[in-house]
């Protein structure tokens, strides 16, 4: 479980994308931070939401980062047998 008062920059709210986690005061969810610094870097995702701080790109990564630190691995989908 990840320790909510480690990571004032990163809020859920159930009313807010069905409660995913995103950056706070925002719309804009952790996830698609992430997929947008793998597709478009840093630089890229400030130009398109400019009111992203470098803070908030870090708390992201942060907030990920311990997320996988329970992860049992990568769980792949067996395709049905014809």
Do not use: W
């Amino acid at each position: 479980m990840v320790d909510a008062e480690e990571y004032t920059r990163i809020a859920s709210d159930p009313g807010i994308l069905g409660g995913k986690p995103l950056v706070k005061g925002t719309r804009l969810s952790v996830a698609s931070v992430l997929n947008a610094l793998a597709s478009i870097g840093a630089d890229g995702l400030k130009e398109g939401y400019p009111f992203v701080t470098d803070e908030d790109i870090e708390a992201c990564l942060r907030y990920a980062a311990s997320i996988m630190e329970t992860e049992r691995g990568v769980r792949h989908a067996v395709p049905a047998q014809p």
